[in-house]
């Protein structure tokens, strides 16, 4: 149990176009999601706090126009980056919260060229 | 604020070697802990947790304990395989609802045969 899925697992685009990430928890619901980012061979950095119905909660120095976050459903979560640039290449991982306990998807590698 | 230490690594053990990755922590209540494993290209996966001081959490041959004397969560194994190799997150959560995780640096094992 407590399966998160992320889709695409790995995307290339041009810069200034936006990307999509899709974060599902499969076997449960999640009133609560969080995005993080992970540059190489670093810990992971909390980008927001997404939750179900409501706006999504930004971390300092997280720009909330650039990454969007979208909670629709208990089993949905969705980051979009907009405009992205060559900066914005890095690994997102979401997670979805059960009581105590975060579970992580596989993470998506974003490149942007 | 709330913070986790962990030794920095790499750490490089041959196969059947005891492990030992120490992981202190510093918070202003009394958090969960946790230990998270990241293979090459993945996401994170929940190795164990503990709540509550003197807590044992364990699973895989991987064991830590909820010290909160020492406010320490030491992961240890007796005997690491090569398949354990990855990197290895100590986190705290502080709850209450939110539930945040804080990260430590992560440290790298690197079982040999």
């Known amino acids: 149990g407590a399966v998160v899925s992320q889709h695409p697992s790995r995307v290339i685009c041009k810069s200034g176009t936006s990307v999509k990430i899709e974060c599902r928890s499969l076997?449960?619901?999640?009133?609560?999601m969080f995005w993080y980012r992970q540059f190489p061979k670093q810990s992971l950095m909390l980008m927001a706090t997404?939750?179900?119905?409501?706006?999504?909660?930004?971390e300092q120095g997280v720009e909330k126009d650039k990454f969007l976050i979208n909670h629709a459903s208990l089993t949905l979560s969705t980051l979009t980056v907009t405009s992205a640039h060559p900066e914005d290449s890095s690994f997102y991982i979401c997670?979805?919260?059960?009581?105590?306990?975060?579970?992580f998807g596989p993470g998506t590698r974003l490149l942007v060229l | 604020g709330d913070s986790v230490t962990q030794m920095e690594g790499p750490v490089t053990l041959s196969e059947e070697a005891f492990l030992t990755i120490n992981c202190t922590y510093t918070?202003?209540?009394?958090?969960?802990l946790f230990w998270y494993v990241q293979y090459p290209g993945e996401g994170l996966q929940l190795l164990l947790k503990?709540?509550?001081?003197?807590d044992k959490g364990s699973n895989k041959g991987f064991e830590a304990t909820y010290r909160k004397e020492t406010t320490s969560f030491h992961l240890e194994k007796g005997s690491v395989q090569v398949s354990d190799s990855a990197v290895y997150f100590c986190?705290?959560?502080?709850?209450?609802?939110?539930?945040?995780?804080?990260f430590g640096a992560g440290t790298r094992l690197a079982v040999h045969p």
């Open positions: 997670s979805a919260r059960i009581l105590e306990t975060q579970y």
């Open positions: 076997d449960f619901q999640a009133t609560t």
């Open positions: 997404s939750n179900e119905g409501s706006k999504a909660t930004y």
């Open positions: 918070a202003t209540g009394y958090p969960s």
């Open positions: 503990a709540t509550k001081a003197d």
């Open positions: 986190a705290l959560s502080e709850g209450g609802g939110y539930n945040k995780l804080i």
